[in-house]
């Protein structure tokens, strides 16, 4: 098969396209011909050695966690799914070696969900990761109907997906962004603030008593900030910045969840929910994928398609 490898830890320039043998199918496993698969910040994060005090990593590497292909091979005690089903998944192994830019990926049942039929192949393929983290982060901090939630970085690709599935469950959604993204913000339907100083008086024009809930997609100064707008810091959950548990928030670290997958495909299905895909390019072009990604002013998905 065709798979992007990075041979030793470094940046976009240590990619290449290369012919490796297909992947083994464990028991509880599927192969998976890959239709698209999701770019993310931890891709590239982790080949820079990030993630090495966390996680075996074996090069050569083919990096990518996202996934939206169809099923080629089922594995042995695999019944959940059948040769030819569509399906998109967050495959995150105990082990970095064999990820999802590639012609195949081989994934447990546990990581995969049947595939949007409303969601083309790019945009299922951005869904998993940036999906399930807006999921897990909402369901952290205990969102109920009829709340407001302060989502920062609302449009990028975990922010625009949590503004949606917030709203999708009757919450209220005010989101940061730089003033180019109000009006995307705008048509999911969250009341977007722009970023910096004075953010607190900005978001407090919109609601007066504060907000029930924050999420922290961005890092920086954006957990601090948001404290004196939450009556409780355990209503604070951040997917970069650890130090938000010394502030008695949460930290989140997404986990595959075939149920969670599960709901965000039902969302999708009836048009709660839809993915915007920044840019798609093709597998070779995996490089100049992570240069962009790496920019950090990507309005949704950026996505690599397999042919």
């Known amino acids: 098969m065709r798979a992007i490898v990075l041979p030793e ?17 464990a028991p509880g496993e599927v192969l998976v011909r890959v239709r698209a698969a999701g ?59 064999l990820g999802a830019y590639a012609e195949f990926v081989s994934a447990h049942v546990r990581m995969l969900a049947r595939k949007p039929s409303a969601l083309s192949w790019e945009q299922a393929a951005g869904v998993p990761l940036a999906g399930l983290t807006a999921h897990q982060s909402l369901r952290r901090v205990d969102v109920r109907p009829g709340e407001t939630v302060l989502v920062h970085a609302a449009a990028g690709g975990v922010g625009s997906l949590a503004t949606q599935i917030a709203l999708a469950w009757g ?21 977007p603030v722009t970023y910096g100083a004075g953010l607190v008086e900005r978001v407090r024009e919109l609601a007066p008593d504060g ?3 924050v999420l922290d997609l961005v890092g920086g100064d954006a957990v601090e900030e948001s404290l004196p707008l939450v009556r409780r810091a355990d209503r604070i959950a951040s997917i970069v910045d650890a130090q938000v548990l010394a502030k008695g928030g949460n930290y989140v670290w997404v986990r595959p969840d075939s149920a969670g997958l599960a709901e965000l495909a039902d969302l999708a299905d009836s048009g709660k929910l839809t993915v915007h895909v920044d840019q798609a390019l093709p597998l070779a072009e995996a490089a100049r994928a992570w240069q962009l990604n790496q920019e950090g002013r990507t309005r949704g998905k950026i996505v690599l398609t397999v042919d």
């Open 9 to 25: 830890y470094g940046g976009p320039d240590q990619l290449r396209l290369a012919e490796l043998p297909e992947p083994k199918v």
């Open 39 to 97: 770019v993310n910040p931890v891709d590239w994060k982790l080949a820079a050695g990030a993630l090495d005090g966390l996680m075996e990593t074996r090069f050569p590497v083919v990096p990518g966690w996202d996934v939206a292909g169809v099923v080629e091979r089922v594995g042995l005690d695999a019944g959940e799914f059948s040769v030819g089903d569509e399906v998109f998944g967050y495959v995150r192994k105990d082990e970095v070696h």
């Open 171 to 191: 919450v209220r959604v005010i989101g940061t962004a730089s003033e180019r993204n109000h009006g995307f913000l705008r048509e999911l339907g969250a009341e």
């Open 211 to 213: 907000v029930d809930a």
